[in-house]
């Protein structure tokens, strides 16, 4: 619980930067607001922002933000498996499905998976979407960077890798290299995708 | 306009989301599926620790973040809390900024 409050402060503030950023873009206050509780999956809203600011069309925006969503529908497959939600609760859980959620619940220890997943999942929300309104709100008058929040965040991704590099590590390694070599051929975003390909040796093998 | 892409893309990543919460389970079984399941996100989250500590759009940059994972990491290894973890790396990058 300590660990899912933790990540959801780190990563949550980090929302005050997609307010400004979706605020640099065009977006107003209600629409960068709308988009974090709508949408709420960073990396897709990031994207929107990103190709609608640099004047791309709406078609282009929305596909590669859902495509980039597509990951939490994967989730939700290995999540249904240790966190039980019935009907509306279905609902509530699906849109709180995220990397955060997800990666504390499945490094959760047994039975305790519901736990990580509902807490990380709700303090992210409300915090994301707080920071949101104020990263809008004051657009370019905070400075996430001068924080260092982008820099925590990296390290907390590697917090919640760190559990699995023992078992999987080279599933790791290639997917990061994967994605160092996709950052400079592809959009922001894209690259993460990419690193997804590094699973496919494994699974061949068998 | 932006509104458009905003509900598009909302109503896209609900669907997914829902969608995985909503699949019978029967389809779920196959091992080949759970095991690309369990190894995703590993692969994803590698990628999301490079991406965010060395992209800058579409350029690789070395700056303050990298200070912040050694630091992050280093937290990882003596095993301290995570909160400790994402302060220390915060101010860790602050800190490099200030200099």
């Known amino acids: ?206 | 306009m932006i509104w458009a892409g905003v509900l598009l893309t909302a109503a896209g990543c609900f669907g997914f989301k829902l969608a995985g919460w909503t699949v019978p389970s029967t389809v779920l079984e196959r091992p080949l599926l759970r095991r690309g399941a369990t190894l995703l996100p590993v692969a994803l989250l590698a990628a999301l620790v490079v991406t965010q500590v060395l992209a800058e759009g579409r350029s690789l940059v070395v700056d303050a973040r990298v200070v912040s994972l050694a630091v992050g990491a280093l937290c990882l290894w003596r095993r301290l809390p995570f909160l400790v973890v994402v302060v220390a790396a915060a101010a860790a990058a602050a800190l490099v900024r200030l200099l």
């Open chain 1, 1 to 206: 619980m300590r660990r899912s409050l933790s990540l959801g402060v780190a990563v949550g503030l980090y929302g005050a930067s997609f307010g400004a950023a979706a605020a640099a873009a065009g977006f107003s206050v209600v629409q960068a607001c709308a988009t974090s509780l709508l949408v709420f999956t960073g990396a897709s809203q990031f994207a929107l922002a990103s190709v609608l600011g640099a004047g791309g069309s709406v078609g282009a925006g929305v596909a590669s933000s859902v495509l980039l969503g597509g990951r939490n529908g994967l989730y939700a497959v290995i999540l249904k498996e240790s966190v039980p939600a019935a009907r509306w609760r279905r609902v509530v859980a699906a849109q709180v499905t995220i990397d955060e959620s997800t990666a504390v619940a499945t490094t959760s220890p047994r039975g305790l998976e519901p736990v990580g997943f509902w807490w990380t999942g709700l303090t992210v929300y409300a915090v994301w979407n707080l920071s949101t309104l104020v990263g809008a709100a004051s657009a370019s008058a905070i400075d996430p960077k001068a924080f260092g929040l982008d820099g925590a965040v990296g390290a907390a991704f590697l917090g919640l890798l760190w559990p699995r590099l023992r078992d999987h590590g080279r599933v790791a390694l290639l997917g990061a290299l994967l994605a160092l070599v996709a950052v400079p051929l592809t959009p922001p975003g894209v690259p993460v995708l990419v690193a997804g390909l590094a699973v496919l040796p494994s699974l061949v093998k068998r």
